[in-house]
């Protein structure tokens, strides 16, 4: 069935420095792909969203690639600070009506 | 605040007891999704209504679940006979239909069963 995989589970940073989290998707329909952020006790909040007719999107200091040939795509945070700490979720959607979460990277941004 | 609300907030139950959860979607939208989410674990979906339609479930969705939205608003769900394995964190979306659309999440129901 459709499948995310998410990587890494988690990544620790120093204040300042940039992250990286990596996804790959299976379903080859997918055309739309939300990255979430998520803080203890609370849901899942949108921070960036990348469709199928871009290769690349950028919000400040957050950054999602997408490259549809290999089935992967990315969030890069540059300039990190210690609010960036949360879970990190990636998704991919637009096959219908559902959307496949990743696991999760858990990403601690160290003063 | 017009973003989508859940109530309760936290709940803790004895196993066989029935509970039922409420979620209020951002007014406009006309799809909502029942998602549960374990510790260290993305969301993973469990059934979602277009207006009061329910057009879709999970087989994660046993019998003992049910979820209704009766006037194509706010939905309930309830989870019947509840067992330890249903503890969870159940979290409510909704979304505008169109193309590629977007949902947006609610705080989440924590259920513990005891």
């Known amino acids: 069935g459709e499948n995310v995989e998410q990587h890494p589970s988690t990544l620790s940073v120093q204040e300042g420095d940039s992250a990286v989290i990596k996804c790959t998707y299976s379903?080859?329909?997918?055309?739309?792909f939300p990255w979430y952020k998520q803080e203890l006790g609370k849901g899942p909040q949108l921070i960036i969203d990348?469709?199928?007719?871009?290769g690349e999107k950028k919000d400040q200091r957050i950054a999602v690639t997408l490259n549809k040939t290999a089935k992967h795509f990315s969030l890069h945070i540059t300039e990190t600070q210690p609010e960036d700490s949360a879970v990190y979720f990636c998704?991919?959607?637009?096959?219908?009506?559902?959307?496949?979460f990743g696991a999760g990277t858990r990403l601690f941004v160290k003063a | 605040d017009t973003g989508v609300s859940q109530n309760p907030r936290h709940k803790i139950t004895k196993r066989g007891q029935n509970v039922t959860f409420r979620c209020d979607p951002i007014?406009?939208?006309?799809?909502l999704y029942w998602y549960r989410q374990t510790l260290g674990q993305g969301p993973e979906f469990l059934t979602y209504?277009?207006?009061?339609?329910?057009?879709?479930k999970s087989r994660l969705l046993s019998d003992r679940f049910s979820a209704e939205r009766p006037k194509g608003s706010f939905s309930t769900l309830e989870i019947q006979r509840t067992e330890q394995g249903d503890s969870a964190m159940y979290l409510c979306?909704?979304?505008?239909?169109?193309?590629?659309?977007?949902?947006?999440f609610g705080p989440g129901t924590r259920l513990l069963v005891l």
């Open positions: 979306a909704s979304s505008l239909v169109g193309f590629q659309e977007t949902q947006y």
């Open positions: 379903d080859s329909a997918s055309n739309y």
């Open positions: 990348i469709r199928s007719n871009v």
């Open positions: 998704a991919a959607g637009g096959g219908g009506f559902k959307t496949i």
């Open positions: 007014s406009e939208h006309n799809r």
């Open positions: 209504f277009q207006n009061e339609a329910q057009l879709e």
